[in-house]
């Protein structure tokens, strides 16, 4: 017992300055507990040459403390794409994981909990999207990041929130099949005046805010700036003061500084930002997404010590499901 507080207080005083970064979220009195999954997960990185990617939606101890890079899906991917690790762990769902091992054939990639899955993935299969080839004839088919390697293989690109105008308008097409989140592609259909065909995916996170919470907490926070990810509804879009990628959302913080800001996304994202301004107001409502909080600083340092769960992709599926994304990346 005595070695085992001993072991604590060590972590405790090895952690100390990351501490400060999440001491609003996290008593001082349970920082130890903390503290020693943080160092060992420290020290393991460095044994092991592993990076940590951490989505936005990750909760500040795995944001702030361990993480090596953070951000959106796209700089997720961009990031694995540059990355000179020996072993990547993606502290996000399995769809990310499964893009940085599209982009990193050679290298290991390793998810800490196989559950953490996603509605909009689990929307739709391989075989629904050769249905929808088979009924509208030529028209390309945009993939949403959020799905299985399986099912980027049957697309012709793949595009995040972050691009997913300047894909659709890559493409110079009046037309396209865009799924699996019916509502994102009404978003960037609106935007971009490209006919969308969907799929009716939804994000089951985004899909629960409604105008209604959008005009209750306007009369409740009177001046509050209200910023909706694009898996929102379109009338949730249409009464939100910006609508944009969790990144952008983060771009928009950071350069407007809105005294009193709402961010109709995921909890972790208002607990995320709102360490780094912590002179703007952050007005809750958020939904927990189930499937983003499976990663946990206890099993990313389970995932390190026993090198698990390794994400492979089947070959044939990969060359095809790559193709999608790295035109994507493309885009300019
Ligand atoms: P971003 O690419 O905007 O981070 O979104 C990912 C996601 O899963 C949103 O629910
Ligand atoms: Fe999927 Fe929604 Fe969770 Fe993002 S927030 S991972 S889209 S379920």
Redesign the pocket.
């Known amino acids: 017992m005595a070695s085992l507080q001993s072991a604590a207080g060590r972590a405790v005083t090895r952690t100390a300055d990351l501490y400060g970064r999440v001491s609003r979220f996290i008593p001082p009195m349970e920082w130890p507990a903390y503290a020693e999954d943080v160092d060992a997960i420290l020290r393991l990185k460095r044994e092991r040459n592993a990076v940590i990617l951490a ?3 990750q909760t500040p101890d795995i944001f702030h403390c361990v993480s090596d890079l953070v ?4 700089a997720l991917a961009r990031m694995a794409q540059g990355s000179d690790a020996d072993v990547i762990v993606l502290a996000g ?1 399995h769809f990310m994981a499964e893009t940085a091992k599209l982009l990193n054939p050679d290298r290991t990639v390793l998810i800490s909990d196989t559950r953490a899955g ?1 509605s ?1 993935a689990e929307s739709i299969t391989p075989a629904d999207v050769r249905a929808l080839k088979a009924a509208n004839p030529g028209v390309p088919v945009v993939v949403y ?2 799905t299985s390697a399986a099912v980027k293989a049957e697309c012709d690109i793949c595009c ?3 691009n997913a105008v300047k894909v659709v308008e890559s493409l110079g097409v009046p037309r396209v099949i865009m799924i699996p989140d019916e509502y994102l592609a009404q978003n960037i259909g609106a935007q971009t005046g490209v006919e969308m065909i969907t799929w009716p995916g939804h ?1 089951e ?2 899909e629960r805010f409604t105008p209604g919470d959008v005009a209750e907490f306007r009369d409740a926070h009177p001046g509050v700036t209200v910023l909706a ?3 929102c509804p379109p009338n949730v879009v249409a009464v939100s003061d910006f609508s ?5 959302m983060i771009d928009f913080v950071a350069t407007r500084k809105p005294p009193k800001v709402m961010l109709l ?2 909890c972790s994202m208002s607990d995320n930002v709102a360490v780094q301004y912590p002179d703007l107001e952050f007005v809750r409502p958020c939904n927990l ?1 189930p499937h ?1 909080k499976r990663i946990t600083l206890g099993n990313l340092r389970r995932s390190l010590e026993t090198m698990t769960h390794e994400v492979t992709i089947d070959p044939s599926v990969a060359v095809r499901a790559r193709r999608a994304v790295e035109r994507m990346l493309a885009v300019k």
Do not use: F
Request: glycine share 10%; net charge negative.
């Open positions: 989505h936005n939606y951000g959106d899906s796209l769902v996603c909009l990041v959020n995040t929130s972050g994000c996170v985004h990810h694009p898996e944009g990628s969790t990144a952008a996304t995921e997404c983003m």
